[in-house]
């Protein structure tokens, strides 16, 4: 069994190839900034990718909410990752907050979040940065950046456009209104919506099913899901064949393959 790294604000946890985040600071609503957060969602994801014993990773929140995003009391004062002039505060981005979609965009496994609760600035975009969004009815949603006169700086606006549209996500995001787990299901938002009390047991029973796959083929895979929004079809394409041939040299295809030969003889 692999080495989990013990983190600060958060905790990680690996059962059955299953690694699961749980951020841990919910006296704080679970916010990114004024936390240990950040810090500890890029070790584990960097962790993740390092280790052959992962095959998909859950990221949810401890308490009533999953991530309030930024800290509001920072931001009143001034201090912490929204301190300085102009130049020392987009300094504190770079280095801060925007290193979460930079590092979770290289995650090589499958992400699911399991949105408990309020989801609610960079918190909504931490959730939209996974592959699957399933939440709890007590869960809400809300890009409100603007209505505290301020814009996406973690990047969201670039997540909610390619997961919704456009036109969906322009009006969230202007608007700066909440929505509710029912409204983000018809909207696309997340996959499913559960009772609270069942919520990890869905979220597990997905990651259980994606993990129980050949490892390395679900890693590749994710890359061309991926990779497939970004690229031409023939470039697509020989990538493919690329990752195909990679896939065909590998033992976990032909003890597939022989499993199911086994079923079809059985039948």
Known sequence: ?????????????????????????????????GSHLIEDIVTTAQWVNRCDDVSVLVITGAGSAFSAGGNIRDMANRSGDFAGDVAECADRYRKGIQQIPLTLQDVEVPII???NGPAIGAGFD????????????????????????????????????????????????LTGRIIDAGEARELGIVLDVVPAGELLNAANAMASRIASQPPKATRLTKRLMTMAPRMELKDFLDVCANFQGMCHNEPEHLEAVNRMLETMARK
Request: aromatic content about 8%; proline content about 2%; cysteine-free.
């Open 126 to 173: 931490l959730a939209n940065m996974a592959d699957i969004r399933i939440a709890s009815e007590n869960a809400k949603f809300g890009e409100t950046f603007l209505n505290l006169g301020i814009i996406p700086g973690d990047g969201g606006a670039w997540f909610m456009q390619r997961l919704i549209g456009y036109q969906r996500a322009f009006e969230l995001t």
């Open 113 to 115: 979040a399991a949105v």
């Open 1 to 33: 069994m692999a080495t989990v790294p013990t983190l600060t604000d958060a905790l990680l946890t690996l059962e059955n190839r299953v690694a699961t985040l749980t951020l841990n600071r919910h006296d704080l609503r679970n916010a990114l900034t």
